[in-house]
């Protein structure tokens, strides 16, 4: 072989060998820009994805939301928004909040800025729509940095207090109706029932008497519980009127405690009233509300006692008021819980719960009925070893 053909040669083969290299190498990161090409859709499908599932949460919130950037303008508008405002999505992006959204508060004209500058939360504010339509909001605003960007948005909600307030009203005209409905038949019942024990009951056996105590007994808490549910009705309308007149204190708890008698017998606890031996000076009472809280007070400490517990009911004169207490020897209360106790459908885990089945809204009533009497009420407890329930009436002036 010649030497030209041999230089043509070694070169053909360097040339064969060079571009396999470079064409392996070639591929190589072809394949590699492949792989991150790959990764980068699969990441945006991703972030599709969750904005996807993002905006499907957002939108079907039942309350207003809304995104704003730094600028204030809104980026994000669920359908929420939209119903309260009577603006539409594609109309409001990219617009100020201030001249989207309309507020008045205390009847003076609201603007975004100044529910941001605003110290404390509001809990209620008007939402001015198309066609001045008004809706009671509860607004809540959060700012967030962005940690990428260091910017700022908003995120703003808006709840709409109208529709609560119509199923609030619709849930206290059913109670309403209700407890009246159930109140005349318990009446009957109950008044048979006493009628039974007082004229029957030593021609019955001592279990047929157990029954038809039993019987008494569960009808008198379902009367109480039917007052009481009227009660909180009506105080949550402000349908509580007190006819208030002067009457003989004294003789009031009397008849309340001479009324409990039986049931506390029936559940093997004493009761004893102790009045000053001299006679007590007028108080000016709604005589049926007050007996309400007669009627709470004593039922809780028949329901808490213990086994053959007692029961003390006293009154005596301090300054200008009369202070009547109830004592009972019963379970007590947690330290923990009293400030809780006297507010609405309050009620703990623990032996009181299993005790009894009251709703939680005795010592409610009382409170109210109490203080609208202009007194005060107040308990002390220790856990194990029983409470004191005492509240006070002022005196009428001579």
């Known amino acids: 072989m010649s030497i030209e053909k041999l230089i043509i040669f070694v070169w053909i083969a360097f040339s064969y060998f060079a571009f396999s290299i470079l064409e392996y190498f070639f591929s190589k990161e072809v394949y590699n820009q492949r792989d991150e090409i790959d990764e980068l859709r699969k990441l ?3 972030l599709v994805l969750e904005r996807d599932k993002l905006s499907f949460v957002i939108s079907n919130m039942k309350d207003a939301v809304l995104v704003l950037d730094e600028k204030q303008k809104i980026v994000v508008f669920n359908h929420v928004a939209e119903e309260l405002t009577g603006r539409k999505t594609a109309d409001v992006i990219g617009e100020s909040a201030d001249s989207v959204l309309k507020f008045s508060f205390h009847g003076s004209s609201y603007k975004f800025s100044d529910l941001e500058s605003t110290p404390t939360k509001l809990e209620t504010i008007t939402l001015v729509g198309i066609n001045k339509i008004e809706t009671q909001v509860k607004p809540f605003l959060k700012k967030i940095t962005m940690p990428e960007t260091s910017t700022e948005q908003y995120v703003l909600t808006l709840t709409n207090l109208s529709k609560e307030k119509e199923l609030e009203k619709l849930r206290l005209n059913f109670v309403t109706i209700a407890a009246h409905e159930l109140r005349t038949p318990i009446t009957y019942i109950k008044g048979y029932l006493s009628f039974l024990i007082e004229t029957a009951k030593k021609k019955l056996s001592q279990e047929e008497q157990d029954f038809l105590e039993k019987a008494f007994v569960g009808t008198n808490n379902l009367a109480y519980l039917t007052e009481n549910l009227l009660a909180v009705s009506n105080i949550e309308t402000k349908a509580m009127n007190l006819q208030k007149e002067e009457t003989d204190w004294a003789t009031i708890v009397e008849e309340i405690v001479n009324k409990y008698r039986p049931v506390a017998d029936w559940k093997e606890v004493t009761i004893s009233l102790n009045k000053p031996k001299t006679k007590l000076p007028k108080v000016k009472v709604d005589k049926f509300r007050i007996g309400q809280v007669l009627d709470n007070l004593l039922s809780n400490a028949v329901d ?6 007692n029961i003390d009911v006293s009154i005596k004169i301090q300054g200008k008021e009369i202070i009547t207490a109830i004592r009972d020897t019963g379970i007590g209360i947690p330290k923990e819980k009293l400030p809780e106790l006297f507010t609405e459908f309050f009620r703990f885990s623990g032996p009181l719960v299993q005790a009894s089945k009251g709703a939680g809204l005795g010592l409610f009533i009382a409170k109210y009925i109490v ?11 220790q856990l194990g070893k029983g409470s004191t329930f005492s509240f006070s009436l002022p005196i009428v002036a001579k």
Not at 371 to 381: D, Q, T
């Open 44 to 46: 945006s499908d991703t």
């Open 304 to 309: 808490f006692n213990k086994e053959k517990g």
């Open 371 to 381: 203080e609208n009497h202009k007194g005060k009420i107040s308990v002390e407890s």
